[in-house]
């Protein structure tokens, strides 16, 4: 349970919380009383429309909703419906408080999905997700109607995570949309998951995923407390979340992953892990999270399992290149010069020839002037910016050699390095190794190869202390696993990765039967 | 919070205060390729060959520089460290020894004693241990000369003599590695291969040489030198060296020439190109004296043979390699003799005689200067094989005849 050190530290919080609660006023049973009240909590803002219908000649109805957020084609199939109870005799006594509302609601639950509101914060709340509520005149009870609409994007194909061969549909931000993506992928009634409201202002609609039977249930017991203990005014994006829950903030390694696609996001259900979806962005949480899930793409599986093997060790070894390529290059030419062939020794002295800076200062030059570039490309706009930052790289790069400010050679170590970035298939794991690699620069220019090899033992040790939800972030290499060294640098083909990953703790460990290779059939014996 | 802190200052101050160690950027050094050891009269005089990194690369790449890819000076001093102390006097860059690709000695150096010179490199830091080293009746003329087949500057010597060594089996690439291991041992003499300049040695000092066609002057692999201990006691001509390759069967592939009738005046005519050899040296023990047993198996086709030879005849094949076996036969007593005049085991016989009559080594080990090279009678058996006559059969001479 150690593992779990920080609900522990949080268990006091959550019962503050719910004494903080408060229930709001209750509705009056005079509808000018309620419709004087909504204007009052809403500061009389003019997109609230009231809408008043009457019924069996003398019962006034209101219908509020807020335009913009809830769809008229339904609001109006609401009221069609509350007409047409006009001429149907058979109605209950009217006299009896519920029995008016107990039975529009049975007639609305037809077109819609229906409840009641007995409260002004309650009322609030339906009214801001886009709900038409309705007040009867001389009822305390209002009936809330689903009839949340408004623009929406349609699904796309994620901009942040393109595959050659696999599904092209990626998230949105609505949240109703990314659960049914999920759920079209994974058709079992164990897929559980439960939307709780998070943000006292936003009330950002926040779901914790997972699959009851696969799903580690410490794993997800911890996940929804996390969240519970969540006091904050405003949930805009899953970094919010992110930020909030993950185990250790003073690091640059993220432990949590987030996933623009759908098939990502149910393969790490599938594995007993717990997805986190966000309302209002197209980006999922899945934890627990390990470094070498952050090297891996979806498209792993969509590919040859040799092929994949070969992409994953280039991954790996340009993860090293992105980090260490400058500084092993400061530490060869500035400490190490005995360790070049000789004749390239003579043409790396010969470009270094009238240089005016130490080469610490000229790799720090054109790596700054890269991220600068880097950075200015993100925020151009759209049309000029991939141009302008191809030219300013080539141009600048160029130029700078020509003028002697730089060497040729720092201009294909610093590309180099930055191509090998990009092959880091999750954005805040490039990131880390962005800044990391000037603390290698640094480094190398005071102590060499001894300085790199200090940096990638504290490197090391910290990584190792690193846990994502309980799991320690090496897994499973530090601690090793065996069983699943079969999904690490090597992808085995599907057939061989018959069990989920040990260190999950799954409830259900075989994901299939034990022998599945393909095989010729066997002959009938006659 | 207070402790984390405190462990990190002294971390930073660390980055900072260690003001960059021995750092030393690519253009603030001089790399040296070869270095040549003279000395006059108490003075040592090391000459250095230094490359001038712009031509050099532009050498290497194909386009051809402006002005000489290296340039050499000399600095003297009392010690070999005070001569190398004072290039700082001269030269604005710090002199940069780990790239250094050959040593040449002195002859007269050779002659006194190579010990201080070893012994400094052997105690040197960036030197390696894995130099060539060479010997020269000037050392430093032989960093004057530029060579047009190899522009790029440290590669001449180590290619000439991977080539010697694998074409022409006289020589075997000497480290200082190798030479201290063959020096201070009991049982085997140290050798160092010489270089000499032939022809005009001025005319190939400045660039001019480079955009002539013919070189002016050369330098050659000479003679290879036998040291007793560490003086250079004497020389073995290249059919002396080969002799001795023969002997430590480190042949490897070479052309042997022979006359077709077996004269051993006059230049030969014809050739035989080994592709594989075998060599089995046995000691034995007759009496008091040792008997060295060296069985030499050849195999290889003739390359030239310029005599009126019916080649189809299997007798006239086995006449021929009769021949051959005479020639081999003649090298190797050559440089046998030799090494007995110089009292210089570079063949090694000692360790052979260690290894298989270990009580008789014990015995012999007291003689001084190698006497027991006295004690020793070579045999020699040589059996070559000629597999075949190349594509042609018949000389061309013959064919004409007919």
Known sequence: MGLFRKRKRQGGKIQEKQAVEQEGDSLSSQLDGNIKKIKELTGNTDDVMYRSVTIRGNYRLLLVYIEGISEVDRINTVINTLLQSNENEDLPVLNENENLINSLEERLLAISRCSYVENTDDLLTELLSGNTVIIADGFTRAISCNTPGGKRRAVEEPSTETVIRGPKDGFTEDIRTNISLIRDRIKTPDLWYKIKKVGKQTQTDVAVMYINNIADRRLVKEVVERLESIETDSILESNYIEEFIQDETYTLFPQIQNKERPDAVAAALLEGRVAIIVNGTPFALIAPVTLAMLMQTAEDYYQRPLFVTFLRLLRTFSFFVAMLLPGVYIAITTHHQEMLPTVLLFSLAAQREGVPFPAIVEALLMEVTFEILREAGVRMPKAIGASISIVGALVLGQAAVEAGVVSAVMVIIVSFTAITNFIIPTYNLSVAVRLLRFAFMILSAAFGFLGILAGLLILLIHLAGLRSFGVPYLTPMAPFILSEQKDTFFRFPLWALNARPESLNPENKRRMSANMKPSPPKKESS | ?402
């Open chain 2, 1 to 402: 919070m207070n402790r984390k802190f405190l462990i990190c200052v002294p971390v930073f101050l660390l980055l900072f205060l260690s003001g960059c160690g021995d750092i030393r950027e690519l253009n603030e050094i001089g790399i040296v390729v070869y270095t040549a050891i003279d000395k006059k009269e108490d003075q040592w005089l090391v000459s250095y060959q230094v490359v001038n990194p712009s031509t050099a690369a532009r050498n290497s790449t194909g386009g051809g520089g402006e002005g000489a890819p290296v340039f050499t000076f000399t600095t003297s001093g009392e010690t070999l460290q005070q001569a190398i102390q004072n290039t700082n006097l001269e030269e604005p860059r710090r002199l940069f020894f780990a790239h250094n690709s050959a040593v040449i000695i002195s002859e007269e150096i050779a002659r006194e004693g190579v010990s201080p010179v070893i012994d400094y490199y052997l105690r040197s830091i960036e030197d390696r241990a894995t130099e060539p080293l060479f010997i020269a009746e000037k050392a430093m003329d032989i960093l004057d000369m530029l060579d047009p087949s190899e522009p790029i500057p440290g590669r001449l010597l180590p290619n000439m003599m991977e080539r010697g060594e694998k074409n022409m089996s006289k020589y075997e690439e000497v480290d200082f590695t190798d030479f201290v291991i063959a020096a201070t041992s009991e049982s085997k003499s140290a050798v160092i291969p010489q270089l000499v300049i032939t022809g005009d040695k001025e005319g190939q000092t400045s660039m001019d040489a480079l955009s002539k066609t013919r070189r002016a002057g050369t330098i050659k692999l000479g003679n290879l030198g036998a040291f007793n201990k560490d003086k250079l006691a004497g020389w073995l001509t290249p059919e002396e060296a080969r002799g001795v390759a023969w002997i430590t069967g480190e042949i490897e592939e070479i052309y042997i020439t022979f006359d077709c009738h077996g004269k051993k005046e006059g230049p030969p005519q014809s050739t035989y190109l080994l592709t594989d050899s075998s060599v089995q040296l046995t000691p034995r023990l007759t009496g008091s004296r040792i008997e060295m047993e060296l069985d030499i198996h050849t195999e290889g086709r003739v390359s030239e043979v310029n005599c009126a030879y019916d080649l189809s005849q299997p007798d006239n094949i086995d006449k021929m390699a009769g021949y051959i076996e005479e020639r081999i036969s003649l090298d190797v007593e050559a440089a046998w003799a030799k090494a007995k005049e110089l009292n210089a085991d570079v063949m090694g016989f000692a360790n052979e005689i260690n290894n298989r009559h270990r009580d008789k080594w014990k015995e012999l080990k007291g003689i001084p200067d190698k006497g027991y090279l006295e004690q020793i009678d070579l045999i020699t058996n040589v059996n070559v094989d000629i597999e075949n006559t190349g594509i042609n059969q018949t000389p061309f001479s013959s064919l004409i005849k007919e």
